[in-house]
């Protein structure tokens, strides 16, 4: 499913033009953010944003407990109240995330890779979800301490005892514990690792699914002089007919299985599994097909940069021109 594009204004593209002169050796990948096109606007949340400054200053209040349990000898208050430090922090994170405060600079992860068949190119690796991860293990953290003995408080219960007891006392928190702690367990077993690798010959893309007792692993690979069309798309997972989905950019041509030989005509590129922010690596793969002259930049040393996305400002001010896709 094809999608409507987007550019930036024209007074967008001068400011770009601008600073090529002032950075000629980033002069192409300059040229690729000044026609930014964005399939999938990255908007900005203002729900989210105001929920995200509106957990935090609990998280200074739990800093605060933690030192005081520190202070006091109390191990469970001070595990407990790190534990939910760690609980609020992340959902702040989350929230910033998810409001639209992603995708700031090139990640780190993005790096120059050597292939023997393909030469020197781009490696777009797989998305860690590493906010989720901090939710899910700082659940057992903050439920630890209605398992441990309580402290001497001369008879008095402390604010963590009361909300443990609140919540079942032992038992709930240690089921609690024990449920997130299985979801941690699986969200680390149950995984589907992906990188897009772009060469300035073809394109290679890798997928492994890892579940208990199971890994397969496909690899596909599209040479340049065989793609045919490169388009923008939503995924909504199999036999969804939900009105939102993922980005993924979608392939056509003469796609080849590293693996088995065999070929296909279309290769879906799960853009919403890597670590790019989804337009600029669009944009990239799009610019490479219609100029295969600037594909040797692959192989250039700070290649990187092709992939380093617009301001965020700019990108929020493409968002509000443009319509919510569906």
Known sequence: MGLGLNQYPASCSNEFRSEMSRNPSHSISDRIRSSYEAPWPQRLEGTKLIAAIVVIPFAAVFIHFT????????????????GFTLLISTIAGIALTQGGLRHLTVPRRISRNQNRGHGMGILVPHKRDLLMVLLLSSLPVAALPALLPPHEDQGDLSLLD???????????????????????????????????????????????????????????????????????????????????????IRIGGVIVDTRTGEKTSELDVPTYRLIGEPNTVYGLLRFLQENPDQRHLLSDVDSVELLRPPPLLERFRVSRSTEPTS
Not at 186 to 210: D, F, K, Q
């Open 67 to 82: 030192v005081e349990g520190v202070q006091r000898n109390e191990l469970d208050t001070a595990i407990g109240f790190s």
């Open 162 to 248: 009361e909300v443990f007891l609140r919540i079942g006392g032992p038992v709930g928190a240690t089921v609690l514990g024990i449920f997130s702690l299985t979801l941690f367990i699986l969200s680390l077993i149950i995984r589907t690792p992906t990188s897009l690798e772009i060469y300035p010959n073809g394109i290679y893309l890798a997928v492994r699914r890892h579940i208990p007792f199971f890994t397969s692993t496909t690899e596909q690979v599209i040479e340049w002089d065989h793609i045919e069309s490169i388009t923008p798309a939503l995924y909504s997972g199999p036999n969804s007919k939900s009105p939102t989905g993922h980005p993924v």
